[in-house]
């Protein structure tokens, strides 16, 4: 017993050379459609009952045969349902039975069998529906409509189809006129082939073509002509040898051009005796269609722009820069911040003047590459105009040269048999003048035989020499004119390569001169920059002291605002200090409200233990009373006893008068222990009495003493604060013309417009003024206002000024101002 399973190879059922693929969309698998289920079962018993493969044991593949015999019976359920059978995939695979079998998968070459034509596009989707015919219909016009087969030729197609077709007859056993025609190729040219099947659509029409192609031309003697076999050919055997000679006339002779465009020989309709001439001329016989490889259009622009590009392309020059952190003015490192980021502007200009540079490059390289090639097929086509009736000429001469030849041959054997005839005619005559009719239709019949064997002999000649001598001819003219193609690409792509390298010297050129300016601007921007920076260091060193002098001014003001924040804090705190007094007397009315009812209640509680304890004393001495009387009793009753001589009894009776001597001392307990209850409420009412009085009087005495601080503290910040007062109003006395116009420059350098207006009588408030509200007409108006003196004393507002000139357009003023600053 073996303990492992030698896997069973399985066996690939279907061994033609091409066979189909196909899954049915999900609505009609037979999995979900009981009636589609029910037509493979049937299929494939009739096909087992036929010993052929049955379908269903192949499945998803099929032979020609099978799927056709399935196809047709789902055309029937499309009929039925007016609902067309669709595929989610259908494909034309291609087995090798001489190489090992290994399925592919779909949409890859790999594999025995592999996938060869698929029909799953939009726009050739293969269905079934009640018209439907055979798959050859569908599968031939995918072949010649599908944009993917673009590439290939016409010939190329026809091949593919013919190989498809001899399987398909060979799988189906079907004829030629049941299947799907292949098209022409002037019909497959003009795009969008439809065809269709000879037998079913016009059945008709194709028996009569199948009977025209298998007749051959029959001549007629009496009208001199070919006519086909269908049609009767008439004699009349008394007309003389004289009359048919002069009724012969000339027939030219015609030829046609097939779908391969080769030129081929006719059989001609009218033949006779003497020599015929070609009517037609050699301008109007058809041309041949002759069928180039060329690459696509996409893929040439490709490559010329790319080529374009290479060629055309300019590496601009570059400024080395650094990675700085922003500078402002007046700090170290400024200086190299701003050259640093003029280069790194430089850089993207340069880099963009390349890319222009290299565009226009390219533009001009391609416009030259056009310009060569349309010279080129302009060349070309004179090239082809000069040598367009080249193999008309040769055809003509071959046909003149071989209808010479013919007509000296029919000549000849004409003048044979009329010798032969003649002799006959006499032997005829000598014998049987009968016999001169039916001698006479012989030689006529020979001299028609004679003259077809010649004829067709020559023109099978003439064919096979104009074929040789036209590939040889168009051999030289296609090598010609490759000769003249390289020449001139040659020649024109030296001239497109030195064009190019003028282009790159003179863009080279622009770059190098737009890199010196840049140069020159940055040695000036430096220069610039020093300026700036120099002068942003005394605007920080006037700021500083200005800055200084408005700390000294300003701080009576400060001091000010800082006593007034003390008063505030202490107003809030007295604030917090009533509101917590209101609270303590809150408290002390609710304390006193509370105590005024505990005291209530403890009246109430006096009178119950006083209204209890008189009860309880009187019942005490009633009881008292009652044992009084009871012992009395008692005694004499005892002494009588002992008088009388029972000592016993009176024993037993002391005995029983003992356990009652305890209910005696109940009362007494029980005053004694509300005694001590009243005490201790007393006592504990005392101590709440004393620790309200206390927290009152604490409360009241804090209350006091804040209100004493407070005041004396707001007195403190009074006087305090109206110091400072009568300071700052001495500060605020009227300042010196040059005070104010510091503090301008200050409120110029801070952009403050309302601190500028404080100070309106300073020398330059107007410009000051314009420059805060960046207003140019206004800043053009007052450096106009200052004449000739335009010195401005800060670089900051002649900065200013200049910009705002150039802005309103006075470049000369600003210019003026910059000169003077």
């Given at each position: 017993?073996?303990?492992?399973?030698?896997?069973?190879?399985?066996?690939?059922?279907?061994?033609?050379?091409?066979?189909?693929?196909?899954?049915?969309?999900?609505?009609?698998?037979?999995?979900?459609?009981?009636?589609?289920?029910?037509?493979?079962?049937?299929?494939?018993?009739?096909?087992?009952?036929?010993?052929?493969?049955?379908?269903?044991?192949?499945?998803?593949?099929?032979?020609?045969?099978?799927?056709?015999?399935?196809?047709?019976?789902?055309?029937?359920?499309?009929?039925?349902?007016?609902?067309?059978?669709?595929?989610?995939?259908?494909?034309?695979?291609?087995?090798?039975?001489?190489?090992?079998?290994?399925?592919?998968?779909?949409?890859?070459?790999?594999?025995?069998?592999?996938?060869?034509?698929?029909?799953?596009?939009?726009?050739?989707?293969?269905?079934?529906?009640?018209?439907?015919?055979?798959?050859?219909?569908?599968?031939?016009?995918?072949?010649?409509?599908?944009?993917?087969?673009?590439?290939?030729?016409?010939?190329?197609?026809?091949?593919?189809?013919?190989?498809?077709?001899?399987?398909?007859?060979?799988?189906?056993?079907?004829?030629?006129?049941?299947?799907?025609?292949?098209?022409?190729?002037?019909?497959?040219?003009?795009?969008?082939?439809?065809?269709?099947?000879?037998?079913?659509?016009?059945?008709?029409?194709?028996?009569?073509?199948?009977?025209?192609?298998?007749?051959?031309?029959?001549?007629?003697?009496?009208?001199?002509?070919?006519?086909?076999?269908?049609?009767?050919?008439?004699?009349?055997?008394?007309?003389?040898?004289?009359?048919?000679?002069?009724?012969?006339?000339?027939?030219?002779?015609?030829?046609?051009?097939?779908?391969?465009?080769?030129?081929?020989?006719?059989?001609?309709?009218?033949?006779?005796?003497?020599?015929?001439?070609?009517?037609?001329?050699?301008?109007?016989?058809?041309?041949?269609?002759?069928?180039?490889?060329?690459?696509?259009?996409?893929?040439?622009?490709?490559?010329?722009?790319?080529?374009?590009?290479?060629?055309?392309?300019?590496?601009?020059?570059?400024?080395?820069?650094?990675?700085?952190?922003?500078?402002?003015?007046?700090?170290?490192?400024?200086?190299?911040?701003?050259?640093?980021?003029?280069?790194?502007?430089?850089?993207?200009?340069?880099?963009?003047?390349?890319?222009?540079?290299?565009?226009?490059?390219?533009?001009?390289?391609?416009?030259?590459?056009?310009?060569?090639?349309?010279?080129?097929?302009?060349?070309?086509?004179?090239?082809?105009?000069?040598?367009?009736?080249?193999?008309?000429?040769?055809?003509?001469?071959?046909?003149?040269?071989?209808?010479?030849?013919?007509?000296?041959?029919?000549?000849?054997?004409?003048?044979?048999?009329?010798?032969?005839?003649?002799?006959?005619?006499?032997?005829?005559?000598?014998?049987?003048?009968?016999?001169?009719?039916?001698?006479?239709?012989?030689?006529?019949?020979?001299?028609?035989?004679?003259?077809?064997?010649?004829?067709?002999?020559?023109?099978?000649?003439?064919?096979?020499?104009?074929?040789?001598?036209?590939?040889?001819?168009?051999?030289?003219?296609?090598?010609?004119?490759?000769?003249?193609?390289?020449?001139?690409?040659?020649?024109?792509?030296?001239?497109s390569r030195e064009q190019a390298a003028q282009l790159r010297a003179d863009g080279d050129k622009i770059l190098q001169e737009a890199f010196r300016k840049m140069n020159d601007n940055l040695d000036n921007l430096k220069s610039?920059?020093?300026?700036?920076?120099?002068?942003?260091?005394?605007?920080?060193?006037?700021?500083?002291?200005?800055?200084?002098?408005?700390?000294?001014?300003?701080?009576?003001?400060?001091?000010?605002?800082?006593?007034?924040?003390?008063?505030?804090?202490?107003?809030?705190?007295?604030?917090?200090?009533?509101?917590?007094?209101?609270?303590?007397?809150?408290?002390?009315?609710?304390?006193?409200?509370?105590?005024?009812?505990?005291?209530?209640?403890?009246?109430?509680?006096?009178?119950?233990?006083?209204?209890?304890?008189?009860?309880?004393?009187n019942d005490k001495v009633s009881k008292s009373n009652n044992d009084s009387v009871e012992l009395l009793n008692k005694l004499v009753t005892l002494q009588v006893a002992q008088a009388m001589g029972k000592p016993k009894t009176?024993?037993?009776?002391?005995?029983?008068?003992?356990?009652?001597?305890?209910?005696?001392?109940?009362?007494?307990?029980?005053?004694?222990?509300?005694?001590?209850?009243?005490?201790?409420?007393?006592?504990?009412?005392?101590?709440?009495?004393?620790?309200?009085?206390?927290?009152?009087?604490?409360?009241?005495?804090?209350?006091?003493?804040?209100?004493?601080?407070?005041?004396?503290?707001?007195?403190?910040?009074?006087?305090?604060?109206?110091?400072?007062?009568?300071?700052?109003?001495?500060?605020?006395?009227?300042?010196?013309?040059?005070?104010?116009?510091?503090?301008?420059?200050?409120?110029?350098?801070?952009?403050?417009?309302?601190?500028?207006?404080?100070?309106?009588?300073?020398?330059?408030?107007?410009?000051?003024?314009?420059?805060?509200?960046?207003?140019?007409?206004?800043?053009?108006?007052?450096?106009?206002?200052?004449?000739?003196?335009?010195?401005?004393?800060?670089?900051?507002?002649?900065?200013?000024?200049?910009?705002?000139?150039?802005?309103?357009?006075?470049?000369?003023?600003?210019?003026?101002?910059?000169?003077?600053?």
């Amino acid at each position: 017993m073996s303990f492992f399973h030698r896997k069973r190879k399985q066996k690939f059922l279907i061994t033609d050379p091409y066979l189909v693929r196909f899954e049915l969309a999900s609505d009609f698998t037979p999995e979900n459609n009981s009636q589609i289920k029910q037509i493979l079962d049937d299929v494939s018993k009739v096909q087992k009952e036929n010993h052929e493969t049955p379908l269903s044991e192949t499945l998803p593949f099929a032979s020609f045969k099978t799927a056709e015999d399935f196809f047709d019976q789902l055309r029937s359920v499309a009929a039925q349902n007016a609902q067309p059978i669709n595929f989610d995939y259908f494909a034309v695979w291609t087995y090798d039975t001489n190489e090992p079998t290994k399925i592919g998968k779909p949409s890859s070459g790999d594999g025995n069998p592999h996938e060869l034509i698929t029909m799953n596009r939009e726009d050739h989707q293969f269905t079934i529906n009640s018209e439907y015919q055979n798959m050859t219909v569908q599968l031939f016009e995918v072949i010649f409509n599908d944009p993917d087969n673009a590439d290939f030729s016409y010939e190329d197609k026809l091949d593919y189809c013919k190989k498809l077709r001899e399987a398909y007859l060979n799988s189906t056993q079907l004829d030629e006129s049941q299947i799907a025609s292949l098209p022409s190729m002037n019909e497959a040219n003009k795009g969008n082939v439809k065809l269709s099947i000879p037998s079913l659509s016009h059945p008709e029409v194709a028996v009569k073509e199948a009977e025209n192609n298998n007749t051959a031309p029959v001549y007629d003697p009496t009208s001199h002509t070919f006519s086909n076999a269908s049609t009767p050919a008439t004699t009349n055997n008394e007309q003389p040898t004289s009359a048919k000679a002069a009724s012969q006339a000339e027939a030219p002779q015609s030829t046609t051009v097939n779908d391969q465009g080769v030129r081929t020989f006719d059989t001609p309709t009218n033949v006779t005796n003497e020599a015929r001439e070609t009517t037609q001329s050699a301008e109007h016989q058809p041309k041949r269609e002759r069928r180039t490889m060329r690459k696509s259009v996409e893929d040439e622009a490709q490559e010329q722009t790319d080529l374009a590009r290479t060629k055309g392309h300019i590496d601009a020059p570059q400024f080395a820069v650094s990675v700085l952190d922003p500078v402002e003015p007046g700090h170290k490192g400024y200086v190299e911040y701003q050259l640093n980021q003029r280069m790194k502007t430089y850089n993207t200009i340069l880099k963009k003047m390349g890319k222009q540079i290299s565009s226009k490059n390219e533009k001009a390289i391609i416009n030259v590459r056009q310009t060569f090639s349309k010279q080129v097929d302009q060349a070309i086509q004179e090239f082809d105009k000069k040598h367009e009736h080249d193999d008309d000429k040769l055809f003509a001469n071959i046909q003149n040269d071989m209808k010479d030849k013919a007509n000296d041959k029919i000549k000849e054997a004409n003048d044979a048999v009329d010798l032969k005839t003649q002799k006959l005619k006499d032997q005829a005559k000598q014998s049987y003048d009968s016999q001169i009719n039916e001698i006479n239709h012989q030689a006529e019949k020979e001299k028609i035989d004679n003259e077809n064997n010649i004829m067709q002999s020559f023109t099978n000649k003439a064919q096979d020499i104009f074929s040789d001598q036209l590939a040889e001819h168009d051999q030289k003219l296609q090598k010609s004119k490759d000769e003249l193609v390289h020449k001139l690409n040659l020649k024109y792509e030296l001239e497109s390569r030195e064009q190019a390298a003028q282009l790159r010297a003179d863009g080279d050129k622009i770059l190098q001169e737009a890199f010196r300016k840049m140069n020159d601007n940055l040695d000036n921007l430096k220069s610039q920059t020093i300026r700036e920076n120099n002068s942003a260091k005394e605007v920080n060193i006037s700021q500083q002291r200005v800055e200084n002098e408005k700390q000294r001014l300003e701080a009576p003001f400060k001091d000010l605002q800082q006593a007034q924040s003390k008063i505030q804090a202490m107003q809030d705190r007295l604030s917090t200090a009533t509101a917590e007094r209101d609270q303590y007397k809150k408290q002390l009315t609710d304390q006193e409200a509370l105590l005024h009812e505990s005291s209530h209640k403890m009246e109430a509680m006096q009178e119950r233990i006083n209204t209890l304890t008189t009860k309880q004393a009187n019942d005490k001495v009633s009881k008292s009373n009652n044992d009084s009387v009871e012992l009395l009793n008692k005694l004499v009753t005892l002494q009588v006893a002992q008088a009388m001589g029972k000592p016993k009894t009176i024993t037993a009776e002391q005995s029983e008068q003992q356990p009652d001597q305890p209910v005696e001392a109940t009362p007494a307990n029980n005053n004694s222990n509300m005694n001590l209850m009243m005490k201790g409420f007393k006592r504990l009412t005392f101590v709440l009495i004393v620790v309200i009085v206390a927290l009152l009087a604490l409360g009241g005495w804090g209350f006091v003493h804040q209100q004493r601080a407070y005041s004396q503290q707001l007195t403190n910040n009074t006087k305090l604060m109206n110091a400072k007062l009568a300071k700052a109003r001495q500060a605020n006395q009227p300042i010196s013309q040059k005070e104010a116009d510091q503090k301008a420059l200050i409120a110029l350098h801070e952009n403050s417009l309302s601190k500028l207006n404080k100070y309106s009588n300073e020398q330059y408030y107007n410009l000051d003024k314009a420059i805060v509200e960046n207003n140019a007409s206004a800043a053009q108006s007052a450096v106009q206002g200052m004449g000739n003196n335009l010195h401005m004393n800060d670089h900051y507002r002649a900065a200013q000024a200049q910009n705002l000139l150039t802005k309103a357009g006075n470049n000369s003023l600003a210019k003026k101002v910059g000169d003077a600053n």
